[in-house]
């Protein structure tokens, strides 16, 4: 069923547009890598800060506060150029390994990032213990270049 | 009062996702290497 | 001229025991590659909050001076290990990089954001203490800020471009295109 899926959208109008020129489907994997930057910017920004890394004068919470703002709009653009980019690759991804390692990560990273680190870090951070803080910011780190390594091994795998 | 109870919740459920997050990749790469290893002892010797 | 000298220096470096070995080894090359790519998150990353505070687009509870000196050394970092796995990998394929159309874009693309960034820099330094902690930046801080997320724009582009076919020496090609990549200069086959 899931193959289905994925053999219709690679058919679909979209991916007959983002086969038809070599072009395209690389302009559009540029715009991914660039919105990548600004999500392993604000990943980093944010991260580094819980782990007492970088701008320890600055309140952690500004910090964190600042850069989920464009963690959100980064990650919006990879998961719209990256659904364009999928219609045009469908079912080479299906068959991917490592396109599933990703989708995998993904997941775990969105539910962490949305359904623990944010609610998380709204409260106060200084009735937090430093080791969850840490914690929360190595898990972060882990998860997301994850999803940007098994991203980039699809590409030379399969 | 509430507020601090279910902070003092959401950092449980912090920790553990954490941890799980952090050994699941881990458990990855030990066997990422692991088969690069071998692909490297059967291409090199 | 000069592509004869770059594509000479290429096919020197191309033969050598050193890029032989990396071009044909089994995961060196794609670890290379790896690495640069993600590494982008890293000092692109640090980049973009840098430029985006010069911008007036967020962090503004900070001073701009301060946050450029706090972000400074992980984008350093970053920038370092981005040229040293950019070298290796050019070491790898260096003829191909040299007649790539979209290489050598990228790198005058570098130079000229690396002029940009020296410039902004002296004048952060000269002026900050008067719009550190402003709302809205002055306009020569905006415009040096967009200036380099545009040029970076076109480093990723191009460096994403650098693996397609489209201009390859061997391919029909007008004879400025020939002279622009380098195509002119080679003297083996490929």
């Known amino acids: ?158 | 009062m509430n507020e601090e109870r279910k902070l003092a919740t959401r950092e449980k459920v912090a920790l553990g996702a954490s941890i799980a997050i952090v050994v699941a990749t881990v458990v990855y790469w030990i066997t990422q290497i692991a088969g690069v290893i071998e692909m490297l002892k059967l291409a090199y010797g | 001229m000069l592509n004869s000298w770059l594509v000479s220096f290429a096919e020197w470096l191309g033969a050598t025991n050193w890029s032989v070995g990396l071009h044909e080894s089994f995961y060196m090359f794609n670890w290379l590659e790896t690495t640069h790519v993600l590494t982008l998150m890293l000092s692109l990353g640090m980049l973009f909050a840098i430029d985006a505070r010069m911008l007036g687009w967020w962090l503004m509870e900070v001073p701009a001076s301060k946050l450029a000196d706090r972000l400074a050394k992980p984008m350093w970092i970053g920038f370092s290990i981005m040229i040293v796995t950019g070298v290796l990998l050019y070491t790898a394929i260096p003829v191909r990089y040299t007649t790539s159309i979209w290489f050598r874009i990228k790198v005058i693309l570098l130079f000229v954001a690396a002029i940009n960034a020296w410039t902004f820099h002296r004048h952060l330094n000269q002026s900050a203490s008067t719009w550190d902690t402003d709302r809205v930046p002055p306009k020569r801080t905006r415009v040096a800020a967009m200036t380099s997320l545009c040029l970076w724009a076109g480093i990723v582009i191009c460096g994403r471009f650098i693996a397609y076919d489209w201009f390859d020496c061997g391919k029909e090609m007008s004879s400025f295109m020939n002279w622009a990549t380098g195509c002119v200069a080679v003297t083996q086959a490929h």
């Not at chain 1, 289905?4 to 991914?32: C, N, P, R």
């Not at chain 1, 660039?34 to 970088?54: E, H, I, K, T």
């Not at chain 1, 200084?126 to 910011?137: G, N």
């Open chain 1, 1 to 158: 069923m899931i193959e289905s899926f994925f053999v219709w959208l690679e058919g679909s109008a979209l991916g007959a547009f983002v086969k038809d020129q070599a072009a395209t489907f690389a302009t559009i994997e540029a715009v991914h890598l660039m919105a990548l930057a600004v999500l392993g910017g604000s990943v980093f920004l944010s991260d580094l800060r819980l782990l007492n890394l970088v701008m320890t004068d600055v309140p952690s919470r500004t910090v964190t506060d600042n850069a989920h703002k464009y963690f959100k709009i980064s990650l919006i653009v990879l998961l719209v150029t990256g659904f364009v980019m999928l219609s045009g690759v469908a079912t080479k991804c299906y068959h991917n390994f490592y396109y599933w390692v990703k989708m995998a990560a993904l997941a775990a990273g969105i539910l962490f990032a949305f359904g623990v680190r944010a609610p998380l870090l709204r409260g106060d951070h200084a009735l937090l213990r430093p080791i969850t803080l840490k914690l929360v910011a190595i898990a972060s780190i882990s998860v997301w270049f994850l999803v940007a390594a098994s991203g980039r091994w699809i590409g030379f795998s399969g």
